[in-house]
């Protein structure tokens, strides 16, 4: 990861970053022929893919989460598997199995679906532990073993998890460490009274949808990731990231005493390098060579609110998460 420093040439960083991030635009022009609003999950979706980090959905059926995933894929040109979670999955459905070949008298590997760039694990809280916990060992090491063999994943590689609010009657819930391993939790709301007349007079008829051509190339995303690195951040932006993460941990050091009763744990320190890289993910888009503050102010909400746990009173006030989060950012003093 790129250090602070202030020899940093940032004409050429400027230029160079001018160059690589020229395909967010047409990004957007091509997802817009099929998707209508969304602008804040396309965002935070790209955010995930050039800082290389996973992204938690949440939000009720229907709002286009698993079209706009499918879609992503293919104007990057990637391989996309959609997997639907269900009660009954096994750690094999997901991973793949060896299988005995009477034939040749020997074991074959059959590959599962995690085996592909873009993975939509749909109602990810719908599957039992074992199932999760395979998920996110891929997610964390970029490799499935399958009998006595490792086998890495292909890059890019990305895991958008998909969760539904409303139902809870036979769901299990990602434990707090599990879910601490997606750099982003977004949550999806009902587009404007605008957006659904459009999606309703563009969607309301048969026939299949409309096929998105690629703009970018899986290579052109991973050297978009190196530049990523290299975007300049000073100290004091980095200082902040800290104040946040920390105001989660300590808030009576940071004028917030009665935060102290809301909080049972506050952000792991994923949480800081997660609010760094996709900081600099947000520059990129924004074709900036430098972090600002208002880049970490941004994302904060997406990558802290799922790794804060609030406590009883403060369930028992109706305080989420996002309260918290608000007021803490409201109190840190901003570089």
């Not at 230029?15 to 997802?31: N, Q, R, V």
């Not at 809870?168 to 599990?178: D, N, S, V, W």
């Not at 940071?254 to 993910?281: H, K, Q, V, W």
């Not at 947000?282 to 406590?311: G, N, Q, S």
């Amino acid at each position: 990861m790129a250090t602070s420093s202030p020899s940093v040439d940032m004409q050429a960083l400027g230029d160079k970053i001018e160059e690589s991030s020229a395909f967010i635009e047409k990004i957007y022009d091509e997802l817009k022929k099929v998707i209508v609003g969304q602008q804040y999950m396309i965002d935070r979706l790209l955010i995930g893919l050039l800082a290389d980090g996973h992204v938690l959905l949440e939000g009720v059926p229907g709002l286009a989460k698993t079209l706009t995933v499918s879609s992503l894929s293919q104007v990057i040109s990637t391989k996309f598997q959609r997997i639907q979670f269900t009660p009954d999955l096994l750690p094999a459905d997901l991973i793949g199995t060896l299988i005995y070949n009477q034939k040749e008298a020997e074991f074959t590997v059959k590959k599962g679906p995690i085996f592909a760039n873009i993975i939509l694990a749909d109602e990810i809280n719908r599957s039992p532990a074992k199932v999760q916990s395979a998920l996110l060992e891929s997610m964390q090491e970029l490799q499935v073993t399958i009998g006595e063999t490792t086998y890495e994943l292909d890059e890019p590689f990305l895991v958008l998890a998909t969760q539904n609010p409303v139902e809870q009657e036979g769901t299990y819930p990602l434990p707090e460490a599990q879910v601490d391993r997606f750099m982003m939790k977004i949550k999806i709301d009902y587009p404007s009274e605008s957006e659904e007349m459009e999606i309703m007079r563009r969607m309301a008829q048969t026939g299949k949808n409309k096929k998105l051509e690629p703009v970018v190339t899986p290579e052109q995303v991973l050297g978009a990731r190196n530049v990523v690195n290299e975007i300049y951040m000073d100290e004091k932006v980095e200082q902040y990231i800290i104040d946040l993460v920390f105001a989660t941990r300590n808030p009576e050091k940071f004028n917030l005493p009665d935060m102290e009763e809301l909080i049972n744990f506050g952000a792991s320190p994923r949480a800081s390098i997660n609010l760094n890289l996709a900081a600099r993910a947000h520059a990129f888009m924004e074709h900036r060579a430098y972090v600002t503050p208002e880049d970490v102010r941004l994302i904060a909400m997406d990558v802290l609110r799922h790794r804060i746990i609030p406590t009883f009173e403060a369930e028992a006030e109706n305080i989420t998460p996002e309260d918290i989060i608000e007021k803490i950012m409201s109190t840190v003093q901003v570089p």
